[in-house]
């Protein structure tokens, strides 16, 4: 079994054949999806999918080129359905910054203080973060060893050098992608050896980031087993005990 641990299914790109998709990624072996709350105005898609079918799941959160809709209150009576499993995805992202260092030093100051919210109603509702973090390594490290405390998480399409591994102390997890299949993705490659194995996810980030051979293609949750195949082939560890191991991984974060 595999669990897509992080795909917009409420992207409106699924709204004609969503049931051809979960049916494909079933028919591949992928058997739960969670999909990640990022902006509010979806949220209520996403609600209404997992209510529709029994094996998926989502998070409420705010992202970070969102954060300044960020508001608890809109977001509350979704954090205690039953099949909300996590608070994000959230978190730092430098890339798309404004021009002027007034701008910028308001954008960062903004995101921090909306990412340290949602770390700590993550942690009064004893809930995993889903975590985004975009060339910027060091604040995320730093908010996150401060404030998140060991519930942990996942660190969502990792792609990062070997600073953030030692989260994996407290309790934070490696979401592995369509990424890892690209052939400039040197860095990952390195450091995917390094993370250990009690530690790794599996997920799409579909309709983004589609692993060869099918990018420019829209991501779905059955590409999964490519990024499997990647992993395997990378760490020397058989295609089942991939399966094996990260499904076990990811009910025991999520408490699926």
């Not at 997992?50 to 977001?75: M, S, T, W």
């Not at 059955?222 to 094996?244: H, P, Q, W």
Request: hydrophobic share 35%; charged share 30%; aromatic share 8%.
């Amino acid at each position: 079994m595999i669990i897509d641990t992080h795909c917009h299914l409420d992207d409106e790109r699924y709204n004609k054949d969503l049931d051809i998709v979960l049916a494909n990624a079933k028919s591949k072996g992928v058997e739960k999806f969670i999909i990640p709350g990022a902006d509010p105005k979806s949220l209520p898609r996403a609600v209404e999918i997992a209510e529709k079918y029994d094996d998926v799941y989502f998070a409420v959160g705010v992202h970070p080129y969102d954060a300044a809709e960020y508001d608890r209150a809109v977001l509350e009576p979704y954090v205690h359905h039953p099949k909300c499993v996590a608070i994000g995805e959230c978190g730092l992202d430098y890339y798309r910054l404004p021009e002027s260092e007034e701008e910028i030093v308001a954008e960062k100051k903004l995101q921090k203080e909306v990412f340290i919210d949602q770390i700590e109603w993550a942690k009064e509702l004893d809930k995993p973060l889903i975590v985004h973090i975009r060339e910027a390594n060091a604040d995320s490290l730093e908010l996150l060893e401060k404030y998140a405390g060991d519930r942990g998480g996942v660190l969502h399409c990792y792609n990062a050098d070997e600073q953030l591994l030692k989260l994996a102390k407290n309790n934070f997890y490696y979401g592995i992608g369509g990424v890892l299949t690209f052939k400039n993705a040197r860095k990952l490659i390195n450091v995917y050896p390094k993370i250990p194995t009690d530690r790794l996810l599996i997920e799409t980030d579909a309709p983004y980031l589609t692993p060869h051979p099918h990018r420019g293609e829209r991501n779905e949750p059955s590409y999964t087993t490519l990024v499997a195949d990647k992993m395997s082939e990378l760490s020397g560890i058989s295609r089942k005990e991939i399966e094996k191991l990260t499904t076990d991984n990811s009910l025991r974060l999520f408490s699926l």
